[in-house]
């Protein structure tokens, strides 16, 4: 079977479809932006892995009780290939699915798609309200207060920086590299 390799045009116009919320639109240009980054750092292609950062949640805003279902109906009505799907399913291990993270690129996604939240949240609360004054220790500073953007899960950070084999800090340090490079696209 000929499965479709989507451009990034094609999964922008499909999170558009199904995401109205700019800041459900702006978590995927974030998630996006990130695993971009984290693909070129680490020699993998770059546009696979951002596709599916954009696309991650794609279903969330209509069906957040069918999270990763719907959307893994999407992508094969869409004729999207099954490691592609599997890996935009991977995100959401031990909530929404049982498809545990296994390849870089699902590890990383794990491991990053909480942390953007929560570094998002950090420069909200910036009288810049921007990421450029932000740095590893204010967002390890906000890490502190459970209270404080309560529905970034932590543990879900600290698991994903464990399946990268990487430290705590040096993974916050990357994502929030990732983010102040796309910072203008998605308002910070």
Same mark, same amino acid.
Request: glycine share 6%; charged share 25%.
């Given at each position: 079977?000929?499965?479709? &390799?989507?451009?990034?045009?094609?999964?922008?116009?499909?999170?558009?479809?199904?995401?109205?919320?700019?800041?459900?639109?702006?978590?995927?240009?974030?998630? %996006?932006?990130?695993? @971009?980054?984290?693909? *070129?750092?680490?020699?993998?292609?770059?546009?696979?892995?951002?596709? !599916?950062?954009? &696309?991650?949640?794609?279903?969330?805003?209509?069906?957040?009780?069918?999270?990763?279902?719907?959307?893994?109906?999407?992508?094969?009505? %869409?004729?999207?290939?099954?490691?592609?799907? @599997?890996?935009?399913?991977?995100?959401?291990?031990?909530?929404?699915?049982?498809?545990?993270?296994?390849?870089?690129? %699902?590890?990383?996604?794990?491991?990053?798609?909480?942390?953007?939240?929560?570094?998002?949240?950090?420069?909200?609360?910036?009288?810049?309200?921007?990421?450029?004054?932000?740095?590893?220790?204010?967002?390890?500073? *906000?890490?502190?207060? *459970?209270?404080?953007?309560?529905?970034?899960? @932590?543990?879900?950070?600290?698991?994903?920086?464990?399946?990268?084999?990487?430290?705590?800090?040096?993974?916050?340090?990357?994502?929030?590299?990732?983010?102040?490079?796309?910072?203008?696209? !998605?308002?910070?």
């Amino acid at each position: 079977m000929e499965y479709k &390799v989507p451009t990034r045009e094609e999964a922008l116009s499909l999170l558009l479809k199904y995401n109205e919320t700019q800041s459900l639109i702006n978590h995927g240009l974030a998630v %996006e932006g990130v695993m @971009r980054y984290f693909a *070129k750092i680490n020699g993998e292609d770059e546009e696979m892995w951002g596709i !599916i950062g954009l &696309v991650h949640d794609l279903d969330y805003e209509k069906y957040p009780e069918q999270h990763c279902t719907v959307t893994k109906q999407i992508l094969e009505a %869409e004729n999207w290939h099954p490691t592609w799907i @599997r890996a935009v399913l991977s995100h959401a291990y031990g909530f929404t699915t049982d498809v545990e993270p296994q390849t870089n690129l %699902e590890k990383t996604l794990f491991a990053i798609d909480e942390l953007t939240g929560l570094i998002t949240a950090v420069a909200l609360v910036r009288p810049s309200k921007s990421l450029s004054d932000v740095e590893v220790e204010s967002i390890k500073k *906000k890490w502190k207060e *459970k209270s404080f953007a309560a529905g970034a899960n @932590r543990d879900v950070i600290i698991k994903g920086a464990e399946m990268l084999n990487m430290q705590l800090d040096d993974l916050i340090d990357k994502t929030l590299k990732g983010m102040k490079i796309i910072a203008t696209h !998605i308002g910070l």
